[in-house]
């Protein structure tokens, strides 16, 4: 007796009741099909040669929910499951999944028509994932290709495809319209999608980047258009539906990046100044974080420190005694403006007194600057404060 049920023709009850039909099949632990319903075959137009294996039968995510009961240890398991169907919406299913005799028998009820209870929280779920995407400051889109991506083809064509292929937006929420600033009383829904995310060399190597990652990506640079044509720089998450070989739709989230990319580079153009600055003071600078150890010296410390000097290294491994140490983080505390003198340790700069003056930094705290000036050898040198004994 063969250990797969006939599909159950469809069964209805009272007021509340869900019409269905019950498609099933037999695979063992390997995930080998030993036995299938024919009308699964035709509902997923699969021809009897694919039903060996489920991945060969089955949509990817419905193999995997079935691989993952066969991984497990479970005894049973029903699950609420969306059934991808070609060229056509996905259906609602409950997937019941039982052990006998070695075996596993997966039964697919294919709800037909929701009602009552079930189409309740069917329209409570939709009702609630509408309101969090519609209130969230965060821009959403979804693109769904009427045109499906095949991905068998070379890279490059791929990336033709996702930029000519015939797509269209299939959701988008408010924070989409504001982020491309849409007029008033215009629906993203009936725009082009190339008016927003144009072929360029920008945006062909951020899909580039997506296809190498398999169609799942976080921080993807792109350069988009706003409504009035105006470009944007963007950063995106991709996440995507692919099946057969096919990518049918792709989702994700966009974030202006303009403001703050401008405000990056100005930065950056700023410490790069600063850099050209204290390279060419005259004056030893010496910067110092935590632990007095050193992080940025200009030239001109270089030659004061000698060849020695490295950064991350201590201020005493440079020649600092501690209480020189204390005494230029007290200053720049209080506000001090005095100077105190250094000693040099090294055979090379003995006999040379430097004058050290610090202050703390605004924006990073407990950063130390300290400037040097070197004063001549007096007949009665200052009193010696840091350097070797």
């Given at each position: 007796m063969s250990p797969v049920a006939p599909p159950f023709p469809p069964q209805s009850g009272g007021p509340d009741a869900t019409a269905f039909t019950v498609l099933a099949l037999a695979v063992d632990l390997d995930g080998s099909i030993l036995e299938t319903d024919a009308g699964l075959c035709r509902l997923l137009d699969r021809s009897a040669e694919a039903a060996h294996r489920l991945e060969t039968l089955l949509p990817e995510a419905t193999a995997r929910l079935i691989r993952d009961f066969l991984d497990g240890t479970a005894q049973t398991e029903i699950a609420q499951h969306m059934l991808p169907l070609p060229g056509r919406p996905a259906l609602p299913a409950m997937v019941v999944l039982a052990r006998q005799a070695g075996l596993v028998v997966v039964r697919i009820a294919l709800l037909a028509a929701p009602s009552g209870a079930y189409a309740a929280e069917l329209m409570a779920q939709a009702e609630i994932l509408s309101a969090m995407l519609g209130t969230a400051p965060e821009a959403f889109w979804c693109i769904e290709y009427q045109e499906p991506v095949d991905l068998s083809l070379t890279e490059d064509s791929v990336i033709d495809q996702f930029f000519r292929n015939a797509c269209c937006w299939r959701a988008c929420n408010p924070a989409m319209a504001k982020l491309y600033q849409l007029p008033?009383?215009?629906?993203?829904?009936?725009?082009?999608?190339?008016?927003?995310?144009?072929?360029?060399?920008?945006?062909?190597?951020?899909?580039?980047?997506?296809?190498?990652?398999?169609?799942?990506?976080?921080?993807?640079?792109?350069?988009?258009?706003?409504?009035?044509?105006?470009?944007?720089?963007?950063?995106?998450?991709?996440?995507?539906?692919?099946?057969?070989?096919?990518?049918?739709?792709?989702?994700?989230?966009?974030?202006?990046?303009?403001?703050?990319?401008?405000?990056?580079?100005?930065?950056?153009?700023?410490?790069?100044?600063?850099?050209?600055?204290?390279?060419?003071?005259?004056?030893?600078?010496?910067?110092?974080?935590?632990?007095?150890?050193?992080?940025?010296?200009?030239?001109?410390?270089?030659?004061?420190?000698?060849?020695?000097?490295?950064?991350?290294?201590?201020?005493?491994?440079?020649?600092?005694?501690?209480?020189?140490?204390?005494?230029?983080?007290?200053?720049?505390?209080?506000?001090?403006?005095?100077?105190?003198?250094?000693?040099?340790?090294?055979?090379?700069?003995?006999?040379?007194?430097?004058?050290?003056?610090?202050?703390?930094?605004?924006?990073?705290?407990?950063?130390?600057?300290?400037?040097?000036?070197?004063?001549?050898?007096?007949?009665?040198?200052?009193?010696?404060?840091?350097g070797s004994k």
């Open positions: 008033e009383g215009v629906d993203f829904h009936d725009q082009p999608v190339s008016r927003y995310f144009p072929e360029t060399t920008v945006n062909r190597a951020m899909v580039r980047d997506l296809v190498r990652a398999g169609y799942t990506l976080d921080g993807a640079v792109a350069i988009d258009h706003r409504h009035d044509g105006s470009e944007m720089l963007v950063v995106n998450s991709f996440r995507a539906r692919v099946e057969n070989g096919q990518l049918l739709r792709m989702w994700g989230t966009v974030r202006d990046i303009s403001t703050e990319r401008a405000r990056e580079d100005n930065l950056a153009s700023q410490a790069s100044e600063m850099e050209s600055i204290l390279t060419a003071l005259p004056d030893p600078v010496i910067v110092v974080g935590q632990e007095a150890r050193v992080l940025a010296v200009n030239p001109a410390a270089e030659r004061m420190l000698g060849a020695g000097l490295q950064l991350g290294q201590s201020l005493e491994a440079a020649g600092f005694s501690a209480e020189t140490v204390r005494r230029l983080r007290e200053m720049a505390v209080l506000g001090n403006d005095d100077m105190i003198p250094l000693h040099l340790p090294s055979q090379e700069r003995q006999g040379e007194i430097w004058l050290l003056r610090s202050a703390l930094t605004e924006r990073a705290e407990g950063r130390l600057v300290i400037s040097a000036c070197r004063q001549s050898v007096q007949a009665k040198p200052l009193r010696r404060v840091g």
